[in-house]
């Protein structure tokens, strides 16, 4: 395990953005297959086209804009990773969380060839409660990242966190808490359903 972490930090000091959509597209990777498997029991129905998706999303959205989002907080704040400073930032990080999630809605309605209408439908009816979860599970998750994990090691620790976030992500971007009546071209006849607002934080 040291092994590993010596030659995850070598190479993400060379190569930090490449890295964090490695390891990022892999958490996405993970997190859907529990989604499916675990929340939505599909077995050998499994949907392998939205688990590519949602790998792509992850790394090349995701990761980037995430790892961003870290540095720049660090310029703006400092380094310092005392409490009042900690908070500053999770603060400052958490208010792009419905950039975060409502992007990962956007852009996987877009590759699955979704109207305009049916994602804005999504994105009022979903994203509040989207958000809500990520806060209850990101708040907490980002004070302690920031108060004591130095800024190489964050991107890699968040992801075990991650896991559990994508998989909530993925199931409710893509099974949506009010869009079992929608069909892909928009219509407004928006019906109700309980699959996607499992309270995950």
């Given amino acids: 395990m040291r092994g590993f972490l010596r030659w995850y930090s070598q190479n993400l000091k060379k190569h930090q953005f490449a890295m964090n959509m490695v390891t990022t597209g892999t958490v996405f990777f993970l997190g859907?297959?529990?989604?499916?498997?675990?929340?939505?029991?599909?077995?050998?129905?499994h949907e392998l086209e939205r688990t590519v998706r949602s790998i792509s999303v992850g790394s090349f959205y995701i990761a980037p804009f995430i790892t961003y989002l870290y540095n720049f907080a660090d310029k703006v704040f400092g380094t310092s990773q005392t409490i009042p400073n900690s908070l500053k930032k999770t603060g400052f990080i958490c208010l792009f969380s419905p950039a975060v999630s409502g992007g990962y809605v956007i852009i996987n309605n877009f590759l699955q060839g979704k109207s305009t209408s049916y994602t804005i439908d999504q994105l009022k009816n979903d994203l509040p409660t989207i958000?809500?979860?990520?806060?209850?599970?990101?708040?907490?998750s980002h004070f302690i990242l920031l108060t004591v994990v130095p800024l190489r090691h964050r991107m890699f620790l968040s992801n075990f966190v991650g896991v559990l976030w994508t998989c909530y992500l993925t199931h409710a971007s893509n099974t949506g808490t009010s869009h079992a009546g929608t069909s892909n071209t928009g219509s407004s006849n928006i019906g109700t359903s309980n699959t996607g607002t499992s309270d995950s934080g």
């Avoid at 958000?131 to 907490?140: D, E």
Wanted: charged letters at 30%; hydrophobic letters at 45%; zero cysteines.
């Fill in 32 to 45: 859907d297959i529990l989604s499916q498997q675990v929340i939505e029991k599909k077995g050998k129905d």
């Fill in 131 to 140: 958000v809500l979860v990520q806060w209850k599970i990101w708040i907490p």
